[in-house]
T-cell receptor, first 117, second 115 residues
Framework: AQTVTQSQPEMSVQEAETVTLSCTYDTSESDYYLFWYKQPPSRQMILVIR??????QNATENRFSVNFQKAAKSFSLKISDSQLGDAAMYFC??????????????FGKGTLLTVNP | DAGVIQSPRHEVTEMGQEVTLRCKPI?????LFWYRQTMMRGLELLIYFNNNVPIDDSGMPEDRFSAKMPNASFSTLKIQPSEPRDSAVYFC?????????????FGPGTRLTVL
């Protein structure tokens, strides 16, 4: 079974600084997807960024970027120029694609990010 | 698009009562997922549908839980009878089955409290 581990239950960062959230996963598959979701206090789950395992290039979305290390099964999220609105719980998630009906998302336990003014 | 719509946003009920949670997926999406979020267990997948057909319900905790998808634009999750340990936030999510566009879009969730 696939597992996703976020080893940092809580992190804090100063506004305008950079922070990196860690995520590792366990899988024997070669084709899969990785995601970071953000859950602010409103509890809405918001997709931050996605990475296809077959792509070597790391995904970026504005101030958000990932460091995808496939051999190490590592998928960290870097937030640059942190803003107060980035404060939220961040979930790393793994999804397998088998070309058929297997679309399960497996989530990590989350990292609570605090942004200090 | 309006996104995934869930109702109600909050539900407070007493133990033993029937609870029905509702979800309208994004138009055109052919996958629908029900999740439960608790402090202890995090986010758990309960069941998911493809083209209105249940594909995997192995996450449904017990027979008190049931889910239906009578058409492409509506799904329900029912708990009967409800118990205090069912208190959680329940999310519905939908996605397209197209490879490369398979990210799941979540609704705002229903916070269920069973007294």
């Amino acid at each position: 079974a696939q597992t996703v581990t976020q080893s940092q239950p809580e992190m804090s960062v100063q506004e305008a600084e950079t922070v990196t959230l860690s995520c590792t996963y366990d899988t024997s598959e070669s084709d899969y997807y990785l995601f970071w979701y953000k859950q602010p206090p409103s509890r809405q789950m918001i997709l931050v960024i996605r990475q296809e395992a077959y792509k070597q290039q790391n995904a970026t979305e504005n101030r958000f970027s990932v460091n995808f290390q496939k051999a190490a099964k590592s998928f960290s999220l870097k937030i640059s120029d942190s803003q107060l609105g980035d404060a939220a719980m961040y979930f790393c998630a793994y999804q397998i694609y088998d070309g058929g009906s297997n679309y399960k998302l497996t989530f990590g336990k989350g990292t609570l990010l605090t942004v200090n003014p | 698009d309006a996104g995934v719509i869930q109702s109600p946003r909050h539900e407070v009920t007493e133990m033993g009562q029937e609870v029905t949670l509702r979800c309208k997926p994004i138009s055109g999406h052919d996958y629908l997922f029900w999740y439960r979020q608790t402090m202890m267990r995090g986010l758990e997948l309960l069941i998911y549908f493809n083209n209105n057909v249940p594909i995997d319900d192995s996450g449904m905790p017990e027979d008190r839980f049931s889910a239906k998808m009578p058409n492409a634009s509506f799904s329900t999750l029912k708990i009967q009878p409800s118990e205090p340990r069912d208190s959680a936030v329940y999310f519905c999510a939908s996605s397209s089955g197209t490879k490369g566009r398979n990210e799941q879009f979540f609704g705002p969730g229903t916070r269920l409290t069973v007294l």
